[in-house]
């Protein structure tokens, strides 16, 4: 089985980070192998070549902040939005008068239909007891 390092391994080896037989695996690795030796060659190189550059101080560009547009009266979110709700409302009143709708409130009652609304007709009579045990027998009765 023969031996072969991965990345990792061969940037440890250019470090100098390797100890004891696994140092001399990649040695044997590279003497047999020239392709991997001339790679590692320009990786040292690479190395050496961004050492030498020094370090430059970068100042951070300023903020230039854009003028700020100028927004019409009908561009402003606020009067967009309050004449949509507006608009909406008016859209519901006129379908509900060609419909027919209608709504009325009186004694804590509201009422809301289409067409006319009847007057409700208060209701005196009570039913007794014995009356509706009478109106089940007779359902009772004819359904059976």
Do not use: C
């Not at 700020?68 to 009266?73: E, G, I, M």
């Amino acid at each position: 089985m023969s031996y072969k390092p991965d990345e990792a391994t061969l940037i440890s080896f250019l470090y100098g980070e390797l100890e004891g037989a696994e140092q001399r695996q990649v040695e044997q690795y590279l003497q047999s192998n020239p392709d991997e030796r001339k790679r590692l060659e320009e990786w040292s190189f690479t190395r050496e070549a961004l050492g030498a550059l020094h370090d430059k101080e970068v100042i951070a560009p300023p903020i230039v902040l854009e003028e700020q547009k100028v927004l019409s009266f009908w561009q402003d979110r606020t009067v967009r939005m309050s004449l949509g709700i507006a608009a909406t409302l008016l859209f519901f009143l006129v379908a509900a008068k060609f419909l027919g709708l209608s709504a009325s409130y009186s004694s804590g009652e509201l009422r809301i239909g289409f067409g006319v609304i009847e007057k409700s007709v208060p209701v005196t009579q009570a039913i007794t007891q014995a009356q509706v045990d009478e109106m089940i027998r007779s359902s009772l009765a004819s359904n059976n």
